[in-house]
Each structure stands twice: as structure tokens, then as C-alpha cells.
């Protein structure tokens, strides 16, 4: 079905007793009296009065009742509402959900359980319940070792959910590196699934996890470098080594065409991975990783974002992707003299790309001579300052990156860039307005080249910019 039934509404023997204030839950017009009998058909099907097991009952406990799936359906739509959210949570569903979770192996029925548990938890004080449960948090993260797409997606929804939740998000860092058996399934997802909605959101648990402890994104580095101690039996299954850059990499082509908000998360946690020396090893030690990771981010700029037949606006809705994948090609360009895949020839097509976003930035830094009514600029005033905040990363990212760039750049690739047109007058000004003050003495070599290539182009910048003049 495209969506979850809505909740029921009340019959007409529920309207009076609503007048009398019995049935209804909090301010809402959901019915206790009917909620209390999804629930206690929930508790018969994981607890049946028969035990007796048979392949015909297991088969059975594989399926919802249709009837009983549109009604847990309308519970888990009914608790995004606060109050039937606490009134659940006052009734003791997560126990209930928990049994279903331990003893269920219908796959419909353990998503739905952990679909309105994820609601549930959007609340403050029911998520603080939740987490501080340590049977239930052992449980869900059991729920990620699961084979059903639906459920991994819920049981990483609710990971979330609670991660962004400051009371109780180190509780749930500190529970997953008890469980190092969480590395293995994420990395797993991450390197096989082609669920895309399931690999964003099992990448926001990543970037999230990162992001909130360096600790454990070390240990995770550092989890693929291990090898068993001992050989595998010729007759046992030998169980895959994963790391954590090509998983990241296989998911990042993954989405990359279908959720560009998605791939926009895996470009940060390779830019959180390049913040510790150990995640900087992790992508260009081994060759094969580099030379991936390389290529993939070097088509991203160089063929998909910020082209020149984009308009300049563009840079808006990519500013925080381009930031993270020019910050990695950095870092690993500056580890350039090690690897043999970093060709002298793509020089030039970075240059443009980074020139670009530079021409680009000016364009949307403009303020506009007619301003709108003060009210309407106070409301926007925010958004501003934020939207400056991303491009002044951006800005700097992309200088210090095309510093380093022009400060190996030879006399045969100036002249090619001058003949291809990377180095256009033009272009080169945009550099040069960019990177001054704080870049003089790249500058300043690399006008030592421009005069032997191209003088009278050399002669017109330093005319442009006279402090470069004053000082050679």
C-alpha cells in the first residue's frame, strides 16, 4: 500500500462516552477502549493460547492478518500525536513491541513495531524511556542484523531519531560500540543494498554517530585494518572483512543519481573521516581505495556539479556537498607525490571547476539594489547569515585547494591551461581576487611562470592587482 490507513474515528457509542471525557485519548478523538483491543490482539499473537508449532503455523506467523495490519497500520499512524503517543507509552506498548520484536517472524509486523517506536520517540520524554531500556536498546539494535529492507529502514529512522536527541544520544553511542557486530550489518547494508531510501537513512546513522564521537569513527577505521589472528578452516565460510571507505563508496554511487541530499551525507562522512589522520590513511593507503574515491569525487566536479552551463544560483543547493568533496580531494591530493593515480592532466579541469564555484559565489554574494520591505528582510535575516556561513566554508575550502594546485603547476600545463582557456584572464583574476591577501607568495610563483608563457598577460594582472607588482 502507498501509505498507513488513518486512524479511526469514533463510533457513535464513543461519541457518548466522549461527552461523559472516558474514551479519548488526551485531547484526541482516538478511542482507548479500541486501542486497548489492537493491542491485546497484538500480545495473542506472539503469545498464543496453542504452542504447539507446525510448518503450517510457522508459515502463518510469516503473514499479517490483513485486518489486523490495517489496525496496527492506524496505530502507528495515531502515534505521531503526543498524546497517543504517552498513552501508549503509559499502557507499556514498548514491552509489547519488544515481545513482538523477540518472538515475531512476521517481517511486516516487527517494521510496523519499530515504525511506531520510531514515533514514539520523537517525543523527549518517551524517548529518554526508550533509551534508558536496556533490553529494548539491545533488542533494536538486534533489529539491525534483520533481512528486510522495511525493518533496517525503521530500526535506522528510530537510531536516528534518538541520536539527535542530546540526553540520550552518548547512551546510544556507548551501546553500539559494546555491540561491534553494528559495524559489521552497517557496512554490509552500506556495500550491498540498493534500497535507497534504507542507504540514506543508514548513512545519516553514520555521519551522526561521526560526527558525535570521534572515538568510535577511529574505531571503525580502524575495524577493517584488523585481520583474524587465525586462518579460516578449509571447511568453514570465511566471513568478509569490511571497511569503512569502499562501503561508503559503494553507497555513495548508489544514490548518487537518485537522492542527491543522500549523496550529499556520504560526502561528509568521507569529509569526517579526513578530519584524523587515521581516516586519511584509511582512503589513500591502499591504492585501489584512493584511486576510487579519487575518480568518483573528481567526476562530481569536474562533469556533474556546478558546470558552466548551470545558472550561477546552483551554487546555493550545492554549496555543502561541494565543500566536503573538495575538502577530500584536497586531503588526498596533498598525499599527491605517493600516488600514481593523481595525473598531472586533471589539474587544468579542477582549476576550472574551483574557478567556477569561486565566479559562482560572487554572483550569489551580490545584495540587490531594491530591497524588499524591512519585515520581510528581518525573516530572511537568518537564512542569510546561514546560507553566507556555508559559502564562506565552501570559499575557503576551494582556496586553499586551488593553492595547491597552482603551486605545482609547470610551465607546459600554464601554457596548456592558457590555450584551453582554464586560465583565461579572466579566470585567473577570479583566483587571484580570491586568494589574496592570504595566498601572496603562490601568487607570486606562479606570475614567475605567467611571464614566461604568456607576458603581456602577466603585465595586465600584476596592472590589476599592484601589490603583487610592489613586491616582486
Known sequence: MDRNPSPP????????????????????????????????RLIQIVNPENTKSSSDDEEQQMELDEEM??????????????????????????????????????????????????????????????????????????????????????????LLTCLSQTEVASVWVERIREYPA??????FIMSSSTNVDLLVKVGEVVDKLFDLDEKLMLEWIRNGAVQPLDPPQEDSEEQPVFKIVPCVLEAAKQVRSENPEGLDVYMHILQLLTTVDDGIQAIVQCPDTGKDTWNLLFD???????????????????????????????AIYASRAEQEYLKIEEDLPLID?????????EHCQKKPENSVDSNTEETKKSDLTQDDFHLKILKDISCEFLSNIFQILTKETVAQGLKEGQLSKEKCSCAFQNLLPFYSPVIEDFLKILHEVDKTLADDLEKSFPSLKAQT
Not at 182 to 187: A, E, K, L, P, R
Not at 353 to 361: A, G, K, P, T, Y
Open 9 to 40: 474515528l469514533p463510533s457513535p457509542d464513543q461519541d457518548e462516552e466522549k461527552g461523559a471525557g472516558g474514551d479519548c485519548i488526551g485531547s484526541t478523538v482516538y478511542s482507548k477502549h479500541w486501542l486497548f483491543g489492537v493491542l491485546s
Open 69 to 158: 495490519e490495517n489496525e496496527i497500520c492506524r496505530v502507528w499512524d495515531m502515534s505521531m500525536d503526543e498524546d497517543v503517543a504517552l498513552f501508549l507509552q503509559e499502557f507499556n506498548a514498548p514491552d509489547i513491541f519488544m515481545g513482538v520484536l523477540a518472538k515475531s517472524k512476521c517481517p511486516r509486523l516487527r517494521e510496523i513495531c519499530v515504525g511506531i517506536l520510531g514515533n514514539m520517540a520523537c517525543f523527549q520524554q518517551i524517548c529518554m524511556s526508550i533509551s534508558s531500556d536496556k533490553n529494548l536498546g539491545q533488542m533494536l539494535l538486534h533489529c539491525l542484523y534483520d533481512s528486510d529492507p522495511p525493518t533496517l529502514l525503521e530500526t535506522s529512522r528510530l
Open 182 to 187: 553494528v559495524y559489521d550489518s552497517i557496512c
Open 300 to 330: 562530481l566536479v569536474c562533469h556533474e556539479f556546478c558546470q558552466s552551463d548551470d545558472p550561477p544560483i546552483i551554487l546555493q543547493e550545492q554549496k555543502t556537498v561541494l565543500a566536503s568533496v573538495y575538502s577530500v580531494l584536497s
Open 353 to 361: 571547476s574551483l574557478i567556477r564555484v569561486l565566479q559562482n559565489m
